[in-house]
């Protein structure tokens, strides 16, 4: 299914690469408005804690896998997320300055994405409901580092029921807040495989 083979943190090659998948997340407004969010997140970059700017999966520096029993779990604005990693972090704007990063963009794999989409029950018009999706990037730009690179073909889709009233400026916030949240649940929730780490 998808997500089965997403990963994060590729500068460097799978090698040094993190499990990724799916991630979901969503938030009531009041008056019975809802924005969530669904996301396949196989980024080139760097996962990012929004509200730390810390790395929590992303490109190691190493090979090895440290043997840790467990990661700390505290909040994430509401959802579950992590405040520490065993895991040594390359960061790819770090790698991409770098003489060594700067050769090694040429042979990037190019099949990277993160894509995704925002849906509420609001009722928007079709030309309002691209600015959602719109809006929505900002909350890749938050979660993901570096983000919409060449290397990524990020893509986010808007949808809207219709079922309640609500300004668009409103949902288009939320909407970047939730994509955040869900891109950051589908490396914390993401499972080990093909002898790639997960966070967990």
């Known amino acids: 299914g998808a997500g089965t083979g ?13 499990k990724a998948g799916i991630g979901t997340a969503s938030i009531r ?13 196989n ?12 790395i929590i999966a992303g490109a190691r520096k190493t090979k090895s896998v440290p043997s840790v029993p467990s990661v700390p779990s505290v909040p994430f604005r509401g959802t579950r997320g992590t405040q520490g990693t065993p895991f040594q972090f390359a960061d790819t704007l770090t790698v991409l300055r770098s003489f060594v990063g700067k050769k090694i963009v040429r042979f990037a794999s190019r099949s990277n994405s993160v894509i995704g989409v925002v849906a509420t029950n609001a009722d928007l018009t079709k030309e ?14 938050r979660a993901v580092r570096p983000a919409h690179t060449m290397f990524d073909g990020d893509t986010i889709f808007a949808l809207a029921t219709g079922e309640k009233t609500a300004d668009v400026n409103v949902i288009g916030a939320y909407a970047a807040e939730v994509t955040a949240r869900a891109i950051v649940q589908a490396v914390i929730y993401a499972q080990s495989a093909g002898g790639i780490p997960a966070l967990k």
Do not use: C, R, W
Not at 29 to 41: D, H, Q, S
Not at 128 to 141: C, Y
């Open 6 to 18: 997403a990963t994060v943190g590729k500068i460097k090659g799978m090698d040094y690469a993190m």
């Open 29 to 41: 407004l009041g008056k019975g408005v809802i924005v969530g969010a669904l996301f396949a997140v």
């Open 43 to 54: 980024a080139f970059g760097d996962v990012i804690d929004p509200s730390t700017g810390k």
């Open 128 to 141: 309002e409901a691209n600015k959602v999706a719109q809006m929505a990037h900002d909350g890749l730009a």
